[in-house]
Structure formats: structure tokens, C-alpha cells
């Protein structure tokens, strides 16, 4: 079983920033592809972004390019979303979640994804 423990989240004014981290244990960490989701009230679960296994391919969505930056650090077993410009339509609960198929290079799609954190939510205000 795979835990991933987000952290981060909280409220915003519209224009500032915060820092999403995702923990987790695993020894294998460094060969999974790690993906940040977000869902707001009514909406469906959406990707925000994605990261490879090395850090060297990253997805976003459109709506966050040139915001948001995913990136990791494999020897503290963390993924990170910056996120800069915040809207308020950028309120969400945020997610994040891990592709254990070993050396994926992070995929927008959500089925692709076999563990998943609690939920952080993040709340920007106008």
C-alpha cells in the first residue's frame, strides 16, 4: 500500500501563491510517475499537471501554464506543485496520486493512477 501525504494547501488571495507537497515512503518512489489533481464542487476531477519518473517530461493543463510548476526530488520522496497567480478558479481540493508502473512519464489521465492522497484544499480568495 502506497501512502501519500499532501500538504500545503489553505487560503490564498487571488494573485498570491502556495507550495503543494506530496510525501511518501516508498523505496521504489524514484521509479513512479507522479500526477497533481484537483476537483472542485460540482466539477470533475481534473490533471493540473504531471511529472515522469526522472523529472524530465512534465504536463499541464492549459488552464495552469505558465502558474503552476510540478517538480520532485527523489531523494526526499516528494513531488511538489508550485503554484503562482493563483485565481479563483483555482479553488479546489487538490490531490495528489502515483503511477507505481515502474518508469512512466505521467499521464493526464486519472485511471492511469493507482494511489491517491487524502486531499489538500486550497481556497483563493477575490
Known amino acids: 500500500q502506497v501512502q501519500l501525504v499532501e500538504s500545503g494547501g489553505g487560503l490564498v488571495q487571488a494573485g498570491g501563491s502556495l507550495r503543494l507537497s506530496c510525501a511518501n515512503s516508498?523505496?521504489?518512489?524514484?521509479?513512479?510517475?507522479m500526477g497533481w489533481f484537483r476537483q472542485a464542487p460540482g466539477k470533475e476531477r481534473e490533471c493540473v499537471a504531471a511529472?515522469?519518473?526522472?523529472?524530465?517530461?512534465?504536463y499541464y493543463a492549459d488552464s495552469v501554464k505558465g502558474r503552476f510548476t510540478i517538480s520532485r526530488d527523489n531523494a526526499k520522496k516528494t513531488v511538489y506543485l508550485q503554484m503562482n497567480s493563483l485565481k479563483p478558479e483555482d479553488t479546489a481540493v487538490y490531490y495528489c496520486?502515483?503511477?507505481?508502473?515502474?518508469w512512466g512519464l505521467g499521464s493526464p489521465l486519472e485511471h492511469e493512477y493507482d494511489y491517491w492522497g487524502q486531499g489538500t484544499q486550497v481556497t483563493v480568495s477575490s
Open positions: 511529472i515522469s519518473w526522472s523529472g524530465g517530461s512534465t
Open positions: 516508498e523505496r521504489t518512489f524514484s521509479s513512479y510517475a
Open positions: 496520486a502515483a503511477d507505481i508502473r515502474r
